[in-house]
């Protein structure tokens, strides 16, 4: 067993790379930064002797301060040095000082990282999936004919955002938090499932967000995924595939021939809730791979978040009808009582 190491020096890294300059989207589906980069070294070490590093970030436009921890790495000996719990209160101490009321960590499940942070008081929240297309090697998709696809643009923003915010999504979306954020204690809930909402088996009283009724955060959310809509194309070419049952929207894919490193999809799959299991989801996201493949592209890539104990649907169908591959499985933590 290592020893203990009684303290490591830890600073903030002078020059951080460029990428972690501005604001990012996080594996979380959050905006944050610009980030710094903590790095600790053994005592009387050179500047080029570092033994782990941890980056932080405050979350972009929240409506109350909100941070992130991610990127917690230690050498392999120090684990158990008591490194990784410095390195995380550095971080946490550097947000608080910002003045953080809440702070989400990222961190690759199944390395044992997350033991750090439970450790330090955080909780799991939620778990996010990367996956990745090769779509010059994929499974064949046997294309439904039951519904009218219609490849579009620029769809209808106002009809498109209805039809995204009232789709079946079991599983944390972000267009489904408001910018207030949902009742940390309860990240399982829905806001339209939240005290005071008259969802079944939940005790009435206030919204828990400032007062605001559920059909107020339906148009907030309405709004935020409308807009989305409307600036779809601006920073990449991208087109929606939708599926129609008569004059119905049931189904829709979009497309987003991102940069590489980015997701290929802003939305991915989205299916009414009395249409599942027809067919049309892997349909739509064959087209969409396709369209992704005629644009030259070799892989698509999408991060979709999930349950702690069971992954989205949409995890389910891209693996098992179109075969996606899961490059990487991230879990999100939350410390809100700092």
């Known amino acids: 067993m290592t020893a203990v190491q009684s303290s490591f020096e830890i600073s903030a890294l002078p020059d ?3 990428r972690v300059g501005g604001t990012r989207l996080e594996l979380n589906h959050l905006f944050y930064g610009p980030s710094d980069v903590l790095v600790a070294r053994k005592p009387g070490a050179s500047m080029d002797e570092v033994a782990g590093a941890i980056r932080l970030a405050m979350r972009e436009r ?3 301060p909100h941070g992130l921890i991610t990127d917690l790495v230690v050498d392999d000996e120090l684990r158990k ?5 410095q390195l995380i ?3 946490e101490a550097r947000l608080k000082e910002r003045g953080a009321e809440k702070i989400d960590a990222v961190t690759v499940d199944g390395k044992g990282w997350a033991s750090y942070f439970f450790r330090a008081g955080f909780w799991s929240s939620r778990r996010m999936v990367v996956l990745t297309w090769d779509l010059e090697d994929r499974n064949r998709v046997d294309r439904t004919d039951a519904f ?4 579009v643009d620029k769809p209808d923003p106002e009809q498109l955002a209805r039809f995204i915010v009232g789709s079946y999504q079991p599983y944390f ?3 489904k938090e408001t910018r207030e954020d949902q009742r940390w204690d309860r990240v399982d809930l829905q806001p339209e499932d939240e005290p005071g909402d008259g969802a079944p088996g939940v005790p009435g009283g206030s919204s828990g967000l400032g007062g605001r009724s559920a059909k107020g955060r339906s148009a907030e959310f309405m709004e935020r995924a409308a807009d989305l809509v409307r600036k779809a194309g601006h920073d990449a070419p991208q087109t929606f595939f939708l599926a129609y049952k008569g004059d119905e929207l049931v189904a829709m894919c979009d497309a987003k021939d991102a940069p590489e490193g980015q997701d290929t999809f802003e939305w991915c799959v989205l299916v009414s809730r009395h249409e599942g299991g027809k067919g049309i989801g892997s349909t739509l996201l ?3 791979l396709e369209w992704l493949r005629q644009r030259g592209r070799r892989y698509a890539e999408y991060t979709s978040t999930s349950g ?18 899961m490059r990487g499985e991230f879990l999100n933590l939350v410390k809100n009582r700092l």
């Open 16 to 18: 951080p790379p460029e």
């Open 62 to 64: 929240p409506g109350r």
């Open 81 to 85: 040095s008591g490194l990784p719990e």
């Open 89 to 91: 209160a550095a971080a």
């Open 148 to 151: 009218r696809i219609e490849q």
């Open 173 to 175: 979306r972000w267009w």
């Open 286 to 288: 064959d087209y969409a």
């Open 308 to 325: 702690l104990d069971d992954y989205d649907p949409l995890i389910y169908l891209s693996t098992v009808a179109t075969g996606a591959q």
